[in-house]
């Protein structure tokens, strides 16, 4: 995900005697710690999942956590345990940080002014919130928006398709399986993976993923979002590059279809929903002329291949809103 904001940093009076130095640490020292400590934290989560897996759990059957659905507890662990998790945690940063520095290097590319990527690490499923580029340069066409939009989702797309299906191939199936409290819908291209891997096998649901697949199907979700066509996301940015006059109505639309969904299938799109409406309505601002060519109309249509392989109104299953709030109003009785 690309953020299009000016660079704002604060200075302390020994920064000030030492502006270039300073510039060199926030440059590279903080996405580096940033990288670092998503490391651990998806680590801690991929440790679980393989437990989970090897023992044939449920991926995100809780113990004794202090915080819910994240092990903070592993953190005691003995080093070898720890060591199972490191598959999973390479596997989500390879595909986060290969769409990210798809961005960058196009930014370096059209010479606009972007910060390295940020790994957000965070008590979550997966052990982060993803990851971001800051672009406060001036992006001087909307060519050149494109393909800096184009080009994360494609290269977390290439990244995250070897992945799914490494992680397919080492899930396996179990007789008698019953449904985990957590049930996941799978994506087109997931039960497509799945049908040229293991034809005439059981539904995936009967499958025991193994943390690679999970980290694949995160990845997916992860470019169907970048991908949806609104406001400041990839998919916004890419319609503004087709058609500046579309981006407001098109924007708007997707979140009226973000309600939806929220109502029918998942809660979480109400959030994104919300989150495009408060702020992500406005226009990049790029020169509307000169416009784009055939070229990058047809690799906008292979974005829309891309979203609907990816894509998935349910992520979770049995969560859109009118059953998280049975689940609430049951919790209170």
Avoid at 84 to 103: D, K, N, R, W, Y
Wanted: proline share 8%.
């Amino acid at each position: 995900m690309s953020e299009s904001v000016p660079d704002s940093y604060s200075f302390s009076e020994a920064d000030e005697a030492h502006p270039q130095e300073h510039a060199q640490r926030v440059r590279y020292g903080l996405p580096l710690v940033m990288l670092l400590l998503t490391f651990c934290t998806t680590v801690l989560v991929g440790a679980r999942l393989q437990y989970n897996f090897n023992h044939h759990l449920d991926a995100f059957a809780t113990g004794d956590e202090l915080l819910p659905l994240f092990p903070v507890q592993w953190l005691w662990k003995s080093p070898r345990e720890l060591l199972l998790g490191v598959p999973f945690s390479l596997a989500i940063m390879g595909i986060l940080l290969s769409h990210e520095l798809g961005h960058y290097f196009f930014c370096r590319f059209y010479r606009v002014k972007s910060t390295l990527p940020f790994f957000i690490p965070a008590p979550t499923l997966i052990g982060t919130l993803g990851a971001f580029i800051r672009i406060g340069g001036f992006v001087r066409s909307r060519a050149a928006l494109f393909d800096i939009g184009f080009a994360g989702p494609v290269a977390g797309f290439v990244v995250a398709v070897p992945t799914m299906f490494a992680g397919l191939r080492l899930s396996h199936a179990v007789a008698g399986i019953s449904d985990p409290d957590l049930q996941f819908g799978f994506p087109l291209i997931f039960q497509l993976g799945h049908v040229l891997l293991h034809p005439g096998g059981p539904a995936l649901s009967h499958y025991y993923l193994h943390p690679i697949a999970l980290a694949g199907w995160a990845g997916m979700l992860a470019t169907a979002l970048n991908l949806l066509p609104g406001g400041q996301l990839d998919g916004g940015h890419l319609v503004f590059a087709i058609s500046p006059s579309l981006h407001r109505f098109v924007s708007l639309a997707v979140v009226g279809a973000l309600v939806v969904m929220a109502w029918f299938f998942w809660a979480g799109w109400i959030i994104w929903a919300i989150l495009l409406a408060l702020s992500g309505l406005r226009q990049p601002g790029v020169p509307q002329w000169p416009g784009v060519g055939r070229q990058r109309k047809i690799m906008a249509l292979m974005a829309l291949v891309m979203l609907l392989l990816t894509f998935t109104p349910t992520p979770v299953a049995h969560s859109s809103l009118p059953e998280v709030a049975h689940m609430v109003n049951q919790g209170n009785r």
